[in-house]
């Protein structure tokens, strides 16, 4: 098997409306992202934003609440303490819910925004708006354009890879809007795998075919070609097109490797923990995640959490199973990530962020022991690439509701993933009908807090 | 001036008079233009932002909410300065540019003079507000007649080219040589139908010497109907048609088809293209009577829609799905980006945000739901449902919060924000494209007889009136497109931007001719084409250098382009004789079907792989031009796809079959089939190389049919559609009995007089349905299972019309009773699901689903285990996935019933219309890499459809090799 280094190639696949140069603004220390996407909408009151005051107020009504708030209008409960405990960790003494054992062990590498809020308030329109930094169809997603900006990599993989439920719990409810480049060329949208098997589509050569099969069409191909040399006008997008079947051919060969766990040593198994019934799924993809980070690929997105609600960290009706299922199933894989990617000296080049679409209310939801959704708050953390270790940053009410203190909006942390990536949100453009589109709209202000 | 204010802002002077003549001068010269144009539109008695109303003297001096504006002793020290020099936030005018100095000078200066108003200002209608350079842009001015210029007089065809000629003669540059026959046909087959032409085609364009032989030929294409499926393709992206909701849920618009038939049929029937846009805004109001007129509103009911809101995002929303009409009416009707005025005032063209909501109220009324119609094509009967858009329908269902479907009033939204609502507004009209004097929505005001239609036709007259309305920009961007559907590149490169921020026309006086020329021939869009394919910058030869930059924006030399996904889709299907030549009708999901790519359902979450693959567009906003990209990920699929393998092999058998076997006379018709010309004699001889050579590997590698073998360890039975396994009826081709082992009894029909049908051949299987019932398995005792682990891996199809609802098999005994237990294995839609259950046990389990892989029209191989009271289910798709749940009780599977084939229960409804070829079963839970195994075997099974005879392989190969070329790729 060629090694992948051997096959890295300069050339960028042409077309004709992205003329960007590929290359940052100026200098990062982030070279790829991870983006560990908790779908269904995690508590941040009950995960990593802790509020002893909804213990002292349990059960207690919250007056001048606006039951518009959360999804399901009028459903709005007593204020609800949570159902976890928590307690300090590291030199940050940061409190940390117990259903994060491991990842709690972090805390000190991780840079927190607690005071995040999204526009929308339900799923599928919030995924598009965390996404994309629009609750509207059409707009490329943040993997699209950090890919557009800064190109790939490795030539034989797509540059922006997308794995979501690892359980077969199916799309996010956003679902292909989520990775898709909106108007930017299609070359630029995320390429959906999962955890098994082949991991990128039509990367087998049809039954009853070989290599050597493919490799003497591939032959004839270039014979053909060059036959008719004389009629044939001279293009570069021409040549390049024979390029693509060769490169397709190495691709062929050289993918599946990137996605193949079994040279992986046993330690490393057990540190992420792929064999556990329970994590051991989403273990493997974070396992392909740092595998094809080290590839030179740009952009992966995870999700945590399939379609349904209650396949998801979307905790209406009993929040402590949900959420306790959820963080069982990530909290090991995550904390494994940050170690390996850490060992190997690639933790600095990489930017890992975790969040949900939005957060849930200090509230029961009438009916049940969860909570609803909130927009006005949630928790979203980073690591690595450039990000502040230890950095905390805005604050809630003191129920969690709403962000209180240093409000940050997605169009902020839009623009601040950029800026770690090394690419100026306001300069970073496409011209789509007579404007020039940003990331982040017209908004948007980085969070220079965080950033080391 | 600015010495001046720096002294005045320094020391304190005697101050003129406020009444003074030379203030209120002041004001008027230089002062009252700036407050009008740049501030009172907010400022004003109606609307007073921030509480200030700067339309007087009074209203100014007495300030705003945040107290007094203006401080005449400092005028540097002035809020109202503080504002517009952006030292202190909100920055004024809001949203707009900065104030240029010279102005800030001017209000400084005014204000020391004691902001002295000579009258007081009134606040303009958005339209007044327009100054004449504005109408005078060059696409908003009125159509004018154009001279065509003395130019390539020895070599123009028709005007078209003496436009062509007279700028590559100031460019130094001289026509390029024409291209040959053959390439020119090739040129028109694929640009106008998408295919390439047929050999019969060809020699009979080569033997014609009729002078007239070329316009014939146009002729021709133009009235083949693949021509309105071609252009009408185009029209699509421009209208973002799909059939689908979008968002979340994505429902499916299952009746949306319809306007795609209006589409291709108005474009093959030559509609005016006047009317075809006036029926697509308003063709119920302005045709009642037409049925097509009412299909053609499908047009306002294609774009996205959330089936799943928040209450209190019911309004916002209505307000979204308002803005895709006007934003789509704005970009694909009149290269105008209105929808950039929906926050705030245009920031480049004269579109103010008051006409946004002008113009969006004339829809605010209608909405989208289906009716019956009468279809366009005869064998779908009488009436049909139809998704169509107009007043007073039922509307289209939401899944959760219905809320109104419309709201009475529309508001003017501050940034766009429905809690930020300022007033209610009438409906309008775009003014910088209207005359001044009809700017009047009243006048617009259409009557049918005596009755006064709504004003959606007021709206469809006014967009297609070339003396006082849109009617000439409508003519012009039409017109670009004509132009860029033959040359892949518009005379204005951006086709839905006809302003400030889009590019200038190339050739503005064709431009303006083709426009002229469209309405002169009451808007016939097929004379466009045909002027255009009939001019010689048409049939010129491509260059066979790389053009410069300027032969590029001249059109010298005929541009090399890509074909798009739908033309690259149907040439596969069309040189290999396969594409089936059927009109409209509801869309297919699968290659399978043969139908050309405009047929495909369009879902919003799932475009079709392939086509998207080749940048068919997202669906999600107008698309006025196709990128195309390269990328490796295209050749795979040309290479791998089963798709793309199943229309090669199929080609190779039937053609070889032809020929007898006859290779050489084989690969000759192919090329020429393929490439439109006969190979030359060393490329004769490399593909026969080819073929030996491949000839050669399949027939020294016979193991490479079934690389892998089935997992045997712990099987309790195989079953395989084979001669060996199936016992079938000597006179019929239907299944007596089905057997993996004499040593085990067999499966046999449920109804002997019902039984399923066996398929012999390379595609073999037990086919059920449409009547026919399950086969079953008499001793239970053979496959009970109890609380025990066990595994069944099944190769199965569901055909494109079997259904949403096929149960493929199980031990299930529910028939109706409320107590019932099994396991099974169903289709439905797109998810499938595995499950096992005992009610008496805990009462009904979750299911295991595995949602949005399965599609209908292909092989699967599947597999379901229960292994320690974990559920599993296996699908083997492009992206193979695998799901599990764990049961929440041990569930004792503990029935008598028999095992089923064709069905899971004892029920007779949803029993399964499709295709099973092989069946194993396992009492124990298989580990992953046996699961993978069985997959990986029954892919490369004998039974596979790709795997033909070493010969079959060998053309195959061959034939996909054709359809990689740049040749066969590539339109020039």
């Known amino acids: 098997m060629l090694a992948l280094q051997d096959l890295l190639r300069a050339n960028q696949p042409s077309t004709e409306s992205a003329r960007h140069r590929h290359r940052p603004h100026f200098p990062a220390k982030a070279k790829s992202v991870i983006w560990l996407f908790m779908h269904g909408a995690p508590s941040q009151i009950d995960t990593w934003d802790y509020k002893p005051e909804l213990r002292k107020r349990d059960g207690q009504t919250y007056d001048g609440f606006d039951q518009s708030t959360g999804f399901f209008a009028g459903l709005g409960g007593p204020i609800m303490k949570s159902p976890f405990n928590f307690s300090q960790h590291g030199e940050t003494s940061t409190w940390v819910s117990e259903i994060y054992p491991q990842l709690s062990q972090h805390v000190d590498k991780l840079a927190m925004i607690h005071s995040c809020y999204a526009k929308e308030n339900n799923h599928a329109p919030a995924q598009i708006e965390m996404n994309t930094g629009m609750a509207r169809l059409g707009f490329p997603s943040v993997g699209s354009w950090i890919t557009y900006g800064l190109g790939t990599a490795n030539q034989n993989l797509p540059g922006f890879i997308v794995m979501y439920d690892a359980k077969g719990r199916g799309t996010p409810k956003s679902r292909s809007i989520s990775w898709g480049s909106g108007f930017l060329p299609g070359m630029y949208q995320g390429t959906p795998l999962s955890n098994s098997g082949a991991p990128i589509n039509h990367l087998r050569p049809l039954p009853g075919r070989s290599n050597l099969t493919q490799q003497s069409q591939l032959d004839l191909l270039r014979t053909l070609s060059s036959s008719n040399d004389e009629r044939t006008p001279k293009r570069p997008e021409l040549d390049a097109r024979i390029k693509s079947f060769e490169l397709a051919y190495r691709m062929q060969i050289a993918a599946p490797e990137a996605f193949e766990l079994n040279g992986e040593t046993v330690d490393t198994h057990r540190l992420y923990g792929t064999d556990n019934p329970q994590c051991g799924p989403f273990a493997k993809q974070a396992l392909i995640s740092r595998r094809l980070i080290e590839r030179g690929v740009r952009f992966v997105q995870l999700f945590s959490g399939g379609f349904n609600n209650e396949d998801s960290w979307d905790g209406h009706t009993n929040l402590d199973k949900n959420h306790r299922q959820f963080a069982g199933e990530t909290d090991q894989p995550i904390a494994a990530l940050l170690t390996d990617l850490e060992q190997r000296g690639l933790l600095d080049s990489t930017l890992v962020v975790c969040c949900g679409e939005f957060g849930r209310l200090p509230l029961v939801q009438t009916g049940g022991t969860g909570r609803d959704h909130n927009p006005l708050a949630f928790t979203t953390w980073m690591a690595g690439g450039g990000a502040k270790s230890g950095a905390r940053y805005g604050s809630t009410d003191e129920l969690g509701l709403r962000a209180a203190e240093n409000p940050v909006s997605i169009n902020d942390l839009h623009a601040t993933i950029l800026h770690l990536m090394g690419l100026d949100h306001e300069q970073l453009t496409f011209r789509h009908e007579g404007r020039d589109i940003r990331l982040t709209d017209v908004e948007g202000v980085v969070v220079n807090d965080i950033v080391a | ?972």
């Open chain 2, 1 to 972: 001036m600015a010495t001046l204010v720096a002294t005045c802002a320094g020391t304190a002077r005697s101050q003129p008079n406020p009444d003074s003549t030379a203030g209120t001068q002041f004001f008027d010269e230089s002062v009252s233009e700036i407050l009008t144009k740049r501030c009172i539109r907010c400022h004003n008695p109606s609307k007073t932002s921030g509480g200030l109303d700067l339309t007087s003297n009074a209203g100014l001096t007495a300030g705003g909410n945040s107290g007094l504006v203006v401080n005449r002793k400092a005028p540097e020290q002035s809020v109202l300065i503080k504002l517009v020099e952006h030292r202190e936030k909100p920055r004024m005018p809001l949203d707009q540019p900065k104030l240029p100095d010279s102005d800030i000078q001017n209000l400084k200066k005014w204000i020391f003079y004691g902001s002295p108003y000579s009258r007081n200002l009134s606040a303009p209608t958005a339209a007044q507000e327009l100054v004449k350079v504005d109408r005078s842009f060059w696409s908003f001015r009125r159509l004018s007649p154009v001279k065509i210029p003395q130019a390539g007089e020895s070599w123009a065809a028709n005007p078209i080219d003496a436009f062509i000629a007279e700028q590559w003669k100031r460019a130094g540059l001289r026509p390029p040589a024409t291209a040959s026959n053959p390439e020119l046909l090739r040129r028109l087959s694929l640009d106008v139908l998408g295919v390439p032409p047929s050999t019969e085609a060809i020699s009979e364009f080569l033997n014609n010497t009729s002078p007239l032989a070329w316009e014939n030929l146009v002729d021709k294409a133009l009235g083949t109907p693949g021509y309105g499926e071609r252009w009408g393709r185009h029209w699509l992206d421009v209208v973002r048609y799909a059939e689908s909701y979008g968002f979340e849920h994505d429902l499916d618009n299952a009746n949306a088809y319809h306007f795609r038939d209006f589409v291709i049929h108005a474009c093959n029937a030559d509609q005016p293209f006047d009317q075809f846009i006036r029926w697509q805004l308003a063709g119920d109001e302005l045709a009642q009577d037409n049925h097509l007129a009412r299909l053609a509103t499908g047009f306002l009911a294609a774009g996205p829609r959330n089936a799943d809101i928040a209450q209190v995002r019911v309004e916002q929303e209505r307000y979204d799905e308002l803005d895709d009409i006007a934003r789509t009416i704005g970009s694909g009707f009149l290269g105008l980006t209105i929808g950039c005025a929906r926050c705030h005032d245009h920031k480049f063209d004269p579109v103010s945000q008051r006409e946004y909501y002008e113009f969006i109220k004339v829809f605010d009324k209608s909405i989208r739901g289906e009716l019956d119609v009468t279809p366009i094509h005869e064998n779908q009967g009488d009436t049909v449902k139809a998704l169509v858009a107009g007043e007073g329908i039922e509307p289209l269902a939401r899944i959760y919060n219905p809320g109104p479907a419309f709201y009475e009033d529309t508001w003017f939204l501050n940034r766009g924000d429905v809690n930020l609502k300022e007033f209610t507004v009438s409906p309008g009209v775009i003014g910088v494209i209207t005359s001044e004097d009809h700017i009047d929505f009243d006048q617009w005001t259409h009557t049918n007889g005596e009755e006064s239609l709504g004003s959606r036709s007021s709206l469809a007259k006014w967009i297609s009136d070339t003396d006082n309305g849109a009617g000439p920009l409508l003519a012009r961007v039409i017109a670009n497109r004509v132009w860029q559907f033959h040359f892949g590149r518009g005379i204005v490169t951006t086709p839905n931007d006809f302003g400030a921020r889009g590019a200038r026309p190339s050739h503005p006086d064709l431009l303006e001719w083709l426009a002229g020329e469209l309405v002169k021939h009451d808007w016939s869009i097929k004379h466009l084409h045909r002027l255009i394919l009939t001019s010689r910058t048409y049939t010129q030869a491509s260059l066979s250098a790389p053009p410069t930059d300027s032969q590029v924006e001249l059109f010298h030399g005929f541009p090399v382009r890509r074909l798009d996904a739908d033309a690259i889709h149907d040439s596969l299907l069309s040189v290999t004789g396969q594409l089936s030549e059927e009109l409209y009708g509801p869309s297919v999901v699968s290659m399978a079907s043969n139908r050309k790519a405009i047929y495909y359902r369009i879902k919003r979450s799932q475009l079709h792989p392939f086509l998207r693959l080749f940048d068919c567009p997202d669906t999600l906003q107008s698309s006025g031009k196709r990128p195309t990209s390269t990328v490796p990920s295209q050749a795979l699929a040309l290479l791998n796809s089963l798709e793309v393998g199943q229309i090669m092999a199929d080609f190779a058998t039937e053609s070889l079959q032809t020929n007898n076997n006859d290779v050489s006379k084989d690969i000759l018709q192919t090329f020429e089939q393929f490439l439109s010309r006969k190979p030359s004699q060393a490329e004769l001889d490399t593909a026969k190389d080819f073929v030996r050579r491949q000839l050669d590997s399949y027939n020294h590698k016979p193991s490479q049919r079934l690389e892998v073998s089935l997992v045997t360890k712990g099987i309790t039975f195989k079953l395989q559609a084979s001669e060996q396994d199936t016992i079938t009826s000597t006179q019929t081709d239907t299944v007596q009995a089905w057997s993996g082992s004499r040593s085990l009894p067999a499966f046999t029909p449920l109804d002997p007089s019902k039984p399923p049908r066996y398929r012999k051949g390379t595609d073999a299987a037990i086919q059920f349905g449409p009547n026919s019932t399950p086969l079953v398995f008499p001793n239970r005792n053979f496959s009970k299972i109890g609380t025990g682990d066990f595994t069944f891996t099944v190769r199965f199809r569901v055909p494109i019309d079997g259904g949403d609802d096929n149960q493929l098999l199980g031990t299930d005994s529910f028939n109706g009773q409320a107590e019932y237990s099994g396991f099974y294995l169903q289709q439905i839609g797109t998810m499938l699901r595995f499950t096992t259950r005992n009610t008496s046990v805990g009462g009904p389990q979750g299911y295991l689903d595995i949602t949005d892989r399965f599609e209908k029209g292909r092989w699967f191989v599947v597999t379901g285990k229960r292994s320690k009271n974990i559920l599993s289910l296996t699908i083997d798709t492009d992206f193979p996935n695998t799901a599990s749940r764990a049961e929440a009780n041990p569930i004792n599977i503990d029935n008598d019933v028999p095992f089923k084939i064709g069905d899971i229960d004892q029920d007779p409804s949803g029993r399964l219309n499709g295709d099973i070829s092989h069946l194993l079963f396992y009492h124990r839970g298989l580990t992953d890499a046996e699961i993978k195994q069985n997959h990986d075997a029954l892919r490369a099974s004998p039974t596979h459809t790709l795997i033909r005879t070493p010969l079959e392989m060998a053309v195959a190969d061959f034939c996909q090799t054709l359809a990689c070329l740049n040749e066969f790729i590539y339109l020039r």
